[in-house]
């Protein structure tokens, strides 16, 4: 059974600081990683992917993945009200097809 | 470019109906996934389809549910004899190739009085 554990939250920041969003996941063999963002009522937004160790970024947003640790992280700088969403982390194994595992979500609070 | 289109975007029907989403893939993908998403609960694949063919139903109820992706025109996602229980967002998504990042349509919001 392969899951994919994030912490539910919400976690609550002041705007313009870093929010920082953890992702676990079960299996080693893992491949494709993706930080989708939701607004309510609305759709999986892809905001970042990630396939390989290391840090990725991309405006504010900076993904790091360290699959010796199965663990996958979305850091965003200067957080803004705009930013307040469900999170959701998804993994992705290609010998199945490449079909999402998604997390639960954490929600996000950016308070002004 | 047109992103991925679902309809109808609201559904409503009673217990024993039966209820069909369409979902129109990207132009130039061939590739559709359909997942669901209960109320307050994650997303869950439910399966994924190539044009004509269905590669992985795993996440597919036994009974009552079906999908299809036609040569021509939209993947249909077909829930037959509706129950309370089905209420829920259910979500396609399309890529151009299994190695490539999915991109979701607006969902389909069903509800079963």
């Known amino acids: 059974q392969k899951e994919v554990e994030q912490n539910s939250g919400p976690l609550s920041v002041p705007e313009g600081a870093i929010a920082s969003l953890n992702c676990t996941y079960s299996d080693r063999v893992s491949q494709s990683f993706f930080w989708y963002r939701q607004y309510s009522g609305k759709s999986p937004e892809l905001i970042m992917s990630?396939?390989?160790?290391g840090d990725k970024e991309d405006g504010r947003f900076t993904a790091q993945l360290n699959k010796a640790s199965q663990y996958v992280s979305l850091l965003i700088r200067d957080s803004q009200p705009s930013d307040s969403a469900t999170y959701l982390c998804?993994?992705?194994?290609?010998?199945?097809?490449?079909?999402?595992?998604f997390g639960a979500g954490t929600i996000l609070r950016v308070k002004s | 470019n047109a992103g991925v289109m679902q309809n109808p975007r609201h559904l409503v029907r009673r217990r024993g109906q039966e209820a069909r989403l369409r979902c129109s893939p990207m132009?130039?993908?061939?590739?559709v996934y359909w997942y669901r998403q209960l109320p307050e609960e994650g997303l869950k694949f439910m399966v994924y389809?190539?044009?004509?063919?269905?590669?992985?139903e795993s996440g597919m109820p036994k009974e009552r549910f079906s999908a299809e992706f036609p040569k021509e025109g939209p993947s249909i996602l077909r829930i037959q004899q509706v129950v309370r229980g089905d209420s829920a967002a259910y979500f396609c998504a399309s890529l151009p190739g299994i190695d490539n990042e999915q991109f979701f349509g607006p969902g389909t919001r069903l509800t079963v009085l």
């Open positions: 132009k130039g993908h061939s590739h």
């Open positions: 998804a993994v992705g194994w290609k010998e199945y097809g490449n079909k999402l595992v």
């Open positions: 389809l190539q044009k004509e063919n269905i590669i992985d």
């Open positions: 990630i396939y390989s160790n």
